[in-house]
């Protein structure tokens, strides 16, 4: 890294606001300046990732709102996140079987609720239809162990480029110093997925329709690895776990995300986690354990393609 690229990477400030993430980031220009990558390229410009959106929330409920979060990639029992118009990150577990084999035939993206074809608000307002895309291979992270679920991160690689729209677009990228160091008190994530909803036993569990959202606090790796017995490498993070706010099956492979905000101004959302495990009772306690995106960032750049 240059002197001045060192430079800009320090000079980002966090700041917890309203119990979303925000950062400001002095002369913050993403890939480029950060890691210098040659596939930076093949990344979407910060102008073009990651967009914040407000709109109608269902009081008392955890629906998320129509075109919320454009990167969402439903893979038909895991999530994930689309970062360019070729890849989509998610987990190696949602990737591959316990055999070793790719299981991915396809993504959906664009999707919101899963019993219609075509997605519309309450006052007429609709997406278009939603995209499937045919896979065309995973790459998964070559130290990823199923059994200790270290390295648990996948790239699937789509057979053609996904076409953009205000309801598919792809999620910023961590590329900067702040984002490896999350762990201060109070701050909190969103998560959102159509994972388990409600657990109410065997048999009875119940899994939403339409894309649900919670936001999570972070939890320090001392205090997660005290919960959990063991100890957390630096590929992973920990979030949620109070009053049933968690990650849960199904959503295995989806996002852990913040609202960031860099002085272009720009207030854009960036992916920084992958859901990865966590209690067998969701939200009972212990959070959840997501493989740490900031800690990938170069085996991301590392491993896409034109």
């Known amino acids: 890294l240059t002197k001045e690229t060192q430079m800009r990477a320090q000079l980002w400030i966090v700041l917890p606001l309203l119990q979303v ?42 629906n998320a709102f129509l075109g ?66 045919r896979v065309e291979r995973v790459v998964v992270h070559k130290e990823y162990d199923r059994a200790r679920v270290e390295n648990d991160i996948c790239l699937i690689r789509l057979k053609k480029p996904t076409t953009f729209n205000e309801y598919v677009k792809p999620i910023c990228l961590p590329f900067a110093e702040p984002f490896s160091s999350l762990e201060a008190g109070n701050i909190s994530l969103e998560i959102a997925g159509w994972g388990l909803s409600k657990q109410s036993g065997f048999g009875r569990n119940e899994f939403p329709s339409v894309l649900q959202t919670a936001t999570v606090p972070v939890v320090s790796r001392g205090a997660c690895q005290a919960m959990y017995g063991y100890r957390m490498s630096n590929g992973k993070l920990c979030a949620g776990g109070e009053g049933g706010r968690d990650s849960c099956l199904g959503d295995s492979g989806g996002p852990l995300m913040g609202q960031f905000t860099t002085n272009d101004p720009l207030t854009k959302y960036f992916l920084i986690g992958v859901v990865s495990y966590g209690p067998f ?26």
Request: aromatic share 8%.
């Open 68 to 133: 919320q979060y454009p990167w969402i990639a439903w893979l038909r029992g895991c999530g994930g996140s689309l970062i360019s118009s070729r890849y989509v990150l998610s987990a190696a577990h949602c990737c591959i079987n316990r055999r070793g084999k790719p299981q991915v035939k396809s993504v959906r993206l664009g999707e919101y609720d899963l019993r219609t074809n075509q997605d519309c608000t309450s006052n007429g307002a609709c997406a278009p239809r939603h995209q499937d895309m």
């Open 281 to 306: 009772l969701c939200g009972k306690g212990n959070p959840g354990v997501y493989t740490n995106v900031p800690f990938y960032t170069q085996w991301i750049l590392d491993n896409i393609e034109p």
């Open 21 to 62: 993430l925000c950062v400001v980031a002095a002369g913050y220009r993403y890939c480029e300046d950060v890691t210098g990558h040659r596939n930076c390229r093949l990344l979407p410009p910060l102008s073009e990732c990651g967009p914040v959106r407000h709109g109608p929330r269902v009081v008392g409920g955890r």
